[in-house]
């Protein structure tokens, strides 16, 4: 598989633009009587006026605030105000290219060989159950019932084998339900069960750009249960079932593109897309464990590995391979490692078919929660669960504890602190919380912020604060710092910094998070006097939130999840220039050069796989014409030097510009004619409708906790506006208006994950969560969280 050029970083850009002092008093900036005082139908409620002037900038709600930044700046043209080119606007640009472009690969081209790898396989493997006996014919029907879960989801017509049609049935039921935590028939072959396979199918909500038409809901569902359901070594019927899996893998056939292809080959197309679009596979590829089967089973016959002997032997060889690094599902008391890492490794190792990919920023939300960080031993539960530990000795994770766990548990110390002891307080704090949920006399006697307190005394929820703080902002952190107060929370966060600064590779998905980065960084001399203050640190840090929640949305089906472990258990106007000539752009010059980059990066990498859709690079070549000029324009504002007649009209139109990239991009993705080629698909038009597109109003779910049936929700809102004050060259300061990103971060019911449709109907309600903004009302924002003021400690 061919790999993309790597992007070299642009040379910065040196900015000379002279300060000015503040606070601004009134008659300084020359515009803003009547540019910004007097403008109509812009604001919700007066200006706020005395925030600008002490910080250069603020950043107000809109009026009949637009949800599309084409929209936005339609309005500033209409309002004769002078019009700022933000990096927010730009920013959702570059998703609806890589969202339209991602919707055209999947419709045309990853849906139609993923069906014809699922029925080659399907028919390789039923041939494989037919001929299987003894030890050998559960696991081989286990797979058939995989196979048939995965086709009948992609395709209506399809007809299970009698054999596994009820097992199948089941699991199409629970899918569709999508209800949360519960045993996979298929996965298990016989219900009820000892051991069971246990799904969360809330995950199989299609969300995200997927509910647009039923082709991509069907190509969700099936996608979804390929990259979650794992074929693990936790039991030798499983370990057999892959066995057999690979093996059909490697000798079947497929249809594609009128061509009979080795089933091995199609997987590895879609994988090879795959990677370069997100990244590699957080779990075992079937090559990585096929290594371990040629060389202990080689021609051996399949019943003799499957005694006891020569299974523990494969078991162990299998269990040297890579371990997975997200936690993406429960964990069973007898799934239980040393610690956190030995448990996700002994839990979760396996393969899975088209495993979803491994992210760092997934990473980091999995890791600095419970159980890879400890309590908060400062928290005012913190004394009613030690003593409810004292009180009980049922047989659970306190039940073991050791007398020397017992002593650190009267003294608590970080420093002394074990998993085992992680687990009993952390269990017993999430047991006193739903038992209280539960009993309807302990509802009554207690308030409700006491309960719901007990689910902070552990970590249960990150917070996008955590991401942005190991991007490396210094807000995020000051935001989050009560965060400190978790036993190895400092620890694993600097292990995660410290593998951000040293990853490499090229993905488009890493190239974004790349992009973002230079947004939670101070700009420093030279840049203009409103860029250097915390407002403006404040208004970065929600346009990164915001973009990472557009880059997790476009790629819900593919970024692993995490998961929190879960153990079941005024001036004179005659001398003023003309609105127009007051337009800025935002001086960010390094996300704009990343935005570029990226631009190439998904460009290099769909024409190193052959996937570049007709006509599509025309439009990228766009795409990059209008930030290669609004980054010319900065490179004069920064170096304080007059622009020309022509970059002012273009700033002023930027929103015709935008709305015109779209129109070509929907004209460049169109569906082929209905005389499709055979792997193409003859679909309606990916965009024909602009505003859902266009859209800024989307949200998505970033990470589970079963231990309180809770998601975290990353929201983006309706536009804002950004009101700055620029120094001109002349030394005259004026203000502009830019169109800005809102940002919601909030917890909701697991089994209610938010798809686009109904977020914007609970933000049009009276029960829409707090937007963030100042103090980001995150994570457990309703209850007491440890990334919030005003924690009860």
Not at 135 to 157: F, G, K
Not at 250 to 277: H, M, S, T, Y
Request: hydrophobic share 40%.
């Amino acid at each position: 598989m061919p790999t993309p050029p790597r992007i070299e970083k642009a040379p910065s850009i040196a900015a000379k633009v002279p300060p000015y002092a503040l606070p601004l008093a009134k008659g300084q900036v020359r515009n803003l009587e009547r540019d910004v005082r007097r403008a109509k139908g812009l604001f919700t409620a007066p200006f706020k006026e005395a925030a600008l002037l002490q910080d250069g900038m603020v950043v107000v709600d809109a009026l009949d605030a637009p949800d599309r930044f084409d929209d936005a700046y339609v309005r500033l043209l209409q309002a004769n105000v002078p019009v700022m080119v933000t990096m927010d606007s730009l920013l959702h640009l570059h998703h609806v290219y890589f969202q339209e472009i991602l919707k055209a690969l999947e419709m045309r081209m990853l849906s139609p060989m993923l069906e014809a790898l699922l029925v080659g396989l399907h028919r390789e493997m039923l041939s494989v159950a037919e001929r299987a006996g003894g030890e050998l014919r559960d696991p081989a029907l286990m797979n058939v019932a995989y196979l048939s879960v995965a086709l009948s989801l992609l395709r209506p017509d399809f007809v299970a084998h009698p054999a596994v049609r009820e097992l199948v049935a089941k699991d199409l039921k629970r899918i569709e339900a999508h209800q949360g935590l519960a045993p996979s028939a298929s996965m298990t072959l016989r219900l009820p069960c000892r051991i069971c396979y246990n799904e969360d199918f809330s995950q199989y909500l299609p969300r995200g750009h997927y509910t647009q038409n039923e082709l991509l809901r069907r190509y969700f569902k099936a996608s979804m249960w390929l990259g979650r359901i794992s074929h693990r070594f936790v039991r030798s019927k499983e370990i057999l079932s892959q066995t057999l899996l690979i093996q059909a893998l490697k000798n079947a056939r497929c249809e594609w593109n009128a061509q009979e292809v080795p089933a091995i080959d199609l997987l590895a197309r879609i994988d090879g897309l795959l990677d370069f679009l997100i990244g590699e596979s957080d779990d075992l590829a079937p090559s990585e464990v096929d290594s371990v089967l040629a060389r202990e089973i080689g021609s051996k016959d399949l019943h003799a590995v499957a005694l006891p002997k020569q299974m523990n032997r494969l078991e162990a060889d299998l269990r040297r391979l890579r371990s997975p690094r997200v936690l993406s599902n429960a964990v069973y008391s007898h799934e239980l490692g040393e610690d956190a890492n030995d448990t996700l490794k002994k839990a979760t190792q396996g393969f899975r078919l088209l495993g979803q990919r491994y992210a760092v920023d997934s990473d980091v939300l999995g890791r600095l929660v419970f159980e890879f960080t400890g309590p908060d031993f400062g928290h005012a539960r913190f004394q009613e669960t030690r003593q409810d530990i004292r009180a009980r000795r049922d047989d659970d994770f306190c039940s073991g504890l050791t007398r020397t766990e017992l002593d650190v548990l009267e003294r608590p110390s970080c420093d002394r602190w074990t998993p085992n002891l992680t687990r009993c307080v952390c269990q017993r704090a999430i047991d006193l919380h739903a038992d209280c949920v539960k009993d309807s006399d302990c509802r009554r006697r207690n308030s409700e912020d006491r309960n719901a307190a007990f689910s902070q005394l552990c970590r249960l929820m990150p917070s996008g604060l955590d991401v942005a703080s190991v991007l490396g902002s210094a807000r995020a952190r000051a935001l989050g710092k009560g965060a400190d107060h978790y036993c190895s929370y400092a620890k694993q966060r600097k292990g995660l910094e410290d593998g951000w600064a040293a990853r490499s590779g090229s993905t488009v998905y890493g190239a974004w998070l790349d992009t973002l980065q230079p947004l939670l960084a101070r700009p420093g001399p030279g840049f203009p006097t409103w860029t250097r203050g915390a407002a403006y640190e404040e208004k970065s840090l929600t346009t990164m939130l915001a973009s990472w929640s557009e880059l997790r949305h476009d790629t819900i089906l593919y970024v692993k999840q995490s998961y929190t472990m879960a153990v079941v258990l005024v001036s004179d106007e005659s001398t003023l220039l003309p609105p127009k000539f007051y337009a800025t752009v935002e001086p960010a010059p390094e996300v704009i050069q990343a935005l570029l980059r990226l631009s190439q990066t998904m460009r290099s990498a769909l024409v190193a796989l052959d996937a570049m859709p007709d006509g599509l690079n025309d439009s990228l070549k766009g795409l990059d014409g209008v930030l290669q000029q609004v980054l010319g324009i900065l490179r004069k504002q920064l170096s304080n030097t007059p622009r020309d007649q022509a970059d002012t009209e273009f700033l002023v139109n930027i929103g015709k510009t935008f709305t015109g990239l779209t129109a070509r991009l929907a004209a460049n993705l169109a569906p082929p004619p209905p005389q499709a080629k055979p792997g193409q698909h003859a679909g309606r038009n990916l965009v024909d409708d602009m505003s859902k597109v266009l859209r800024t109003t989307l949200v998505s779910d970033v990470h589970t906790d079963l231990n309180t049936a809770r998601v975290l929700q990353e929201g983006v809102g309706r536009v804002r506006w950004l009101v700055a004050v620029d120094r001109h060259p002349d030394g005259t300061l004026s203000a502009s208006i830019g169109p800005v990103f809102s940002h919601y971060e909030f917890v909701h019911a697991l089994n209610d994950r938010l798809t686009d449709e109904a977020w914007r109907k609970l933000l049009a309600s009276d029960g829409a969560p707090p937007r963030t903004s100042g103090v980001i009302a995150n994570g457990y924002q309703r209850f007491c969280t440890a990334t919030t003021t005003g924690c009860e400690r």
